[in-house]
């Protein structure tokens, strides 16, 4: 079975502060990948990244930075120096080459509200 | 460009209506999906056209009707529609190169029809 467990519902922070996003995923899949995306109020859903199961670098682009941990199976999102532009809904989803592999499997986001 | 536009915005409709809800995308993809997504919870897949044909229907109601007229467009024909059906309806794409190894495409979304079915 593949799933995919965002286990935060909600956060809170205040601008500037640093805030970590879990995601934990199941799979018996060797070749996956994962996803990352960001739904803020208007609803549009913006990609972030894409990460193969093959690749474990961790990557930064600007404030945001992605940890990959096979290990634990864990592709967790932090945000540094948060901003109130960060408020936001983020999914993590997962992809396989097993079964279906069209569909991507959702968590149930973690909402994150930055307050001024 | 990673641009998929959707109209309208927004659409209020009576359940004895007729809508449509259209998509599109100059990406050059081939793969085009339709989501329907209820608040505080991820997307559903409803449809994926890969190539102008339909091939993943997620037993969507057949009062949803999906349509892809060429590689760019994409509709979804709305008929006789039920309260429950008032969601946020999200169109994406993806590349989609051959038939094997598909699953790391990345979907881009547009920014969705919001749905209010009275």
């Known amino acids: 079975a593949q799933k995919v467990t965002q286990a935060q519902t909600e956060i809170s922070v205040v601008e500037k502060e640093d805030v970590t996003l879990d995601c934990v995923y199941e799979t018996r899949d060797t070749t996956y990948y994962l996803f990352w995306y960001k739904q803020p109020p208007s609803g549009e859903l913006v990609f972030l990244i894409r990460r193969n199961s093959f690749d474990e670098q961790n990557e930064i682009s600007g404030r945001y930075s992605w940890n990959f941990q096979k290990s634990t199976s864990s592709f967790n999102f932090t945000i540094t120096a948060s901003q109130v532009v960060d408020s936001a809904v983020y999914f993590c989803a997962l992809s396989a080459n097993g079964g279906n592999n069209r569909k991507l499997i959702w968590g149930l986001g973690t909402s994150l509200a930055v307050n001024p | 460009d990673t641009e998929v536009t959707q109209t309208p915005k927004h659409l209020v409709m009576g359940m004895t209506n007729k809508k449509s809800l259209k998509c599109e995308q100059h990406m050059g993809h081939r793969a085009m999906y339709w989501y329907k997504q209820k608040a505080k919870k991820p997307p559903e897949l409803m449809f994926v056209?890969?190539?102008?044909?339909?091939?993943i229907n997620e037993s969507v109601p057949s009062r949803f009707s999906p349509e892809c007229p060429n590689s760019s467009l994409l509709n979804l024909h709305l008929h006789a529609l039920q309260p429950e059906d008032s969601a946020l309806y999200l169109c994406?794409?993806?590349?989609?190169?051959?038939?094997?190894?598909?699953?790391?495409?990345?979907?881009?979304f547009g920014p969705g029809t919001r749905l209010l079915v009275l």
């Open positions: 056209y890969s190539y102008e044909k339909l091939s």
């Open positions: 994406a794409s993806s590349l989609r190169r051959g038939t094997s190894g598909s699953g790391q495409e990345t979907q881009y």
